[in-house]
C-alpha cells in the first residue's frame, strides 16, 4: 500500500515538472514570436514599414495610438536594430511632437520611445555617434523652445534626452549653437525640482567639453542659477551643481576666478564638512577643491580667495572623513597649499590648526 502511494506521489510530481517544462517552452516561444513580429516592422533597406510610419502621421487617434505602442515595444526589445529606421523613416520629428499634445497615454508612449533611443551608459551614448543623434538635436530644441507649459512630465524627458545626446562633443557644439542656452538656464530657477535638475544636469554637460561649451552657459547666467542650486534643498540638483561647478573649475584661469566672483566656492567648501550631504556631492566638492589648488599652485593669486572661502577650515572639516576618495583628495589639495611658495602661507597654516 505504501508503495503504491509513493508511487503515486512520484507520478505527480513528474506531472509537476513536466507542466513547468511546458510553461517555460511556452513563454520561450512567445517571446520568439514577439521578436519575430518586431523585426518584421523593419525593412531590409532599415527602414520602418510604410503601415507603422503613416499611422503615425494619422489623425485617427487609435491609429496613431497603436502604431506609437508598435514602436515603442520596438524600441524597448531591439533598441540597437531601431534606432536607424526610426532615423531613416524620419519619425523623431512625429514622435516628439507628440508630447505636446493633450492625450497622455501618446504622450507616455513617445517619451518611452524618446527614452530608449538615447538610453544607456555614458559610453553607449557615445556609440549613438553624431550621425544619428544629429537628427535628434533640431527636433528637441524646437519642442524646448516652444513648449510654454513646462509642467509636462515628457518636457523633462526630452531634457533628459538632449543631456545624454550631449554627452557626444560635437553633438554639444551643435545644441550650443543652436542658442538653446539661456532657456536651459531659465529652467534652473526654483520651482519644478524634476525639471530644475535636467536643467541642471544639461547644462552640466556642456561645461564637461570644450571653451565654447563651457563659456555659453556662463555667458547665459549660469553661474548666477547655480548659487541657488548649489543651496536648494533637492539633493540630485545639489550634486549636479557641484559637478558642473567643478567641471568649469577645470577649464581656464578666468573661469576659475568667476567662481570666487559669484560666490560659488565657499558654500561648496561648506559641504565638505556636512555629514549629512551625500558622499557624492561630497566628493565633487572635494574635487573642486583640489582643482582650484591645483591651479592656485600655477596663479598664486588664487591661494588667498581660496583662504577667504574658508578652504583651510574645508580641509580640517573633512580630514574627519572616512571615505577613502575623498581623504585622498583632500590631502592632494592640502599638500599643494604647503608646498607652494605664496605669500600667506603660514597665517592659512594657522587657520588650519586652529578648526
Same mark, same amino acid.
Not at 514599414?49 to 506609437?68: G, M, N, Q, Y
Not at 559610453?123 to 509636462?152: C, N, W
Given at each position: 500500500?505504501?508503495?503504491? #502511494?509513493?508511487? &503515486?506521489?512520484?507520478?505527480? %510530481?513528474?506531472? $509537476?515538472?513536466?507542466?513547468?517544462?511546458?510553461?517555460?517552452?511556452?513563454?520561450? #516561444?512567445?517571446?520568439?514570436?514577439?521578436?519575430?513580429?518586431?523585426?518584421?516592422?523593419?525593412?531590409?533597406?532599415?527602414?520602418?514599414?510604410?503601415?507603422?510610419?503613416?499611422?503615425?502621421?494619422?489623425?485617427?487617434?487609435?491609429?496613431?495610438?497603436?502604431?506609437?505602442?508598435?514602436?515603442?515595444?520596438?524600441?524597448?526589445?531591439?533598441?540597437?536594430?531601431?534606432?536607424?529606421?526610426?532615423?531613416?523613416?524620419?519619425?523623431?520629428?512625429?514622435?516628439?511632437?507628440?508630447?505636446?499634445?493633450?492625450?497622455? $497615454?501618446?504622450?507616455?508612449?513617445?517619451?518611452?520611445?524618446?527614452?530608449?533611443?538615447?538610453?544607456?551608459?555614458?559610453?553607449?551614448?557615445?556609440?549613438?555617434?553624431?550621425?544619428?543623434?544629429?537628427?535628434?538635436?533640431?527636433?528637441?530644441?524646437?519642442?524646448?523652445?516652444?513648449?510654454?507649459?513646462?509642467?509636462?512630465?515628457?518636457?523633462? $524627458?526630452?531634457?533628459r534626452s538632449l543631456s545624454r545626446i550631449s554627452v557626444n562633443k560635437t553633438a554639444a557644439e551643435d545644441i550650443v549653437a543652436t542658442g538653446i542656452t539661456p532657456r536651459l538656464v531659465e529652467?534652473?530657477?526654483?520651482?519644478?525640482? +524634476?525639471?530644475?535638475?535636467?536643467?541642471?544636469?544639461?547644462?552640466? %554637460? !556642456? &561645461?564637461?567639453?570644450?571653451?565654447?561649451?563651457?563659456?555659453?552657459?556662463?555667458?547665459?547666467?549660469?553661474?548666477?542659477?547655480?548659487?541657488?542650486?548649489? +543651496?536648494?534643498?533637492?539633493?540630485?540638483?545639489?550634486?549636479?551643481?557641484?559637478?558642473?561647478?567643478?567641471?568649469?573649475?577645470?577649464? *581656464?584661469? &578666468?573661469?576659475?576666478?568667476?567662481?570666487?566672483?559669484?560666490?560659488?566656492?565657499?558654500?561648496?567648501?561648506?559641504?565638505?564638512?556636512?555629514?549629512?550631504?551625500? #558622499?557624492?556631492?561630497?566628493? +565633487?566638492?572635494?574635487?573642486?577643491?583640489?582643482?582650484?589648488?591645483?591651479?592656485?599652485?600655477?596663479?598664486?593669486?588664487? !591661494?588667498?580667495?581660496?583662504?577667504?572661502?574658508?578652504?583651510?577650515?574645508? !580641509?580640517?572639516?573633512?580630514?574627519?572623513?572616512?571615505?577613502?576618495? #575623498?581623504? %585622498?583628495?583632500?590631502?592632494?589639495?592640502?599638500?599643494?597649499?604647503?608646498?607652494?611658495?605664496?605669500?600667506?602661507?603660514?597665517?592659512?597654516?594657522? %587657520?588650519?590648526?586652529? *578648526?
Amino acid at each position: 500500500m505504501e508503495s503504491a #502511494t509513493e508511487s &503515486t506521489l512520484q507520478s505527480q %510530481r513528474d506531472d $509537476e515538472v513536466q507542466g513547468q517544462e511546458d510553461s517555460v517552452s511556452e513563454v520561450k #516561444t512567445e517571446k520568439e514570436l514577439e521578436e519575430i513580429e518586431l523585426k518584421s516592422y523593419i525593412t531590409s533597406d532599415l527602414h520602418i514599414v510604410p503601415e507603422i510610419v503613416s499611422a503615425i502621421h494619422s489623425a485617427d487617434r487609435k491609429v496613431r495610438l497603436a502604431a506609437t505602442v508598435k514602436v515603442r515595444r520596438l524600441m524597448r526589445e531591439l533598441m540597437e536594430s531601431a534606432r536607424q529606421p526610426l532615423v531613416n523613416s524620419e519619425l523623431i520629428e512625429p514622435v516628439v511632437g507628440m508630447l505636446s499634445f493633450d492625450d497622455l $497615454e501618446l504622450c507616455e508612449e513617445a517619451a518611452w520611445i524618446l527614452i530608449n533611443f538615447t538610453a544607456g551608459s555614458v559610453s553607449d551614448s557615445e556609440q549613438l555617434g553624431y550621425e544619428m543623434t544629429r537628427h535628434m538635436i533640431p527636433v528637441l530644441i524646437k519642442f524646448i523652445k516652444s513648449t510654454a507649459d513646462e509642467t509636462f512630465e515628457s518636457f523633462a $524627458e526630452v531634457l533628459r534626452s538632449l543631456s545624454r545626446i550631449s554627452v557626444n562633443k560635437t553633438a554639444a557644439e551643435d545644441i550650443v549653437a543652436t542658442g538653446i542656452t539661456p532657456r536651459l538656464v531659465e529652467l534652473c530657477v526654483p520651482g519644478n525640482d +524634476n525639471l530644475r535638475h535636467c536643467a541642471v544636469h544639461c547644462l552640466g %554637460r !556642456f &561645461t564637461s567639453h570644450c571653451e565654447p561649451s563651457i563659456e555659453a552657459p556662463i555667458q547665459a547666467g549660469f553661474l548666477t542659477a547655480l548659487r541657488s542650486c548649489i +543651496n536648494c534643498e533637492h539633493d540630485d540638483t545639489r550634486l549636479d551643481a557641484c559637478w558642473a561647478t567643478w567641471n568649469i573649475a577645470k577649464s *581656464s584661469l &578666468t573661469h576659475a576666478q568667476a567662481l570666487f566672483d559669484n560666490d560659488l566656492v565657499a558654500p561648496i567648501f561648506k559641504m565638505i564638512s556636512n555629514p549629512e550631504e551625500g #558622499t557624492r556631492t561630497r566628493q +565633487n566638492a572635494v574635487c573642486l577643491l583640489f582643482t582650484l589648488t591645483k591651479k592656485a599652485k600655477e596663479h598664486n593669486e588664487l !591661494f588667498p580667495k581660496l583662504v577667504q572661502a574658508n578652504c583651510m577650515e574645508a !580641509f580640517a572639516w573633512g580630514l574627519a572623513s572616512t571615505h577613502y576618495h #575623498t581623504l %585622498r583628495g583632500l590631502l592632494k589639495g592640502l599638500k599643494n597649499v604647503v608646498y607652494a611658495q605664496w605669500s600667506g602661507r603660514e597665517e592659512a597654516l594657522e %587657520r588650519f590648526k586652529l *578648526s
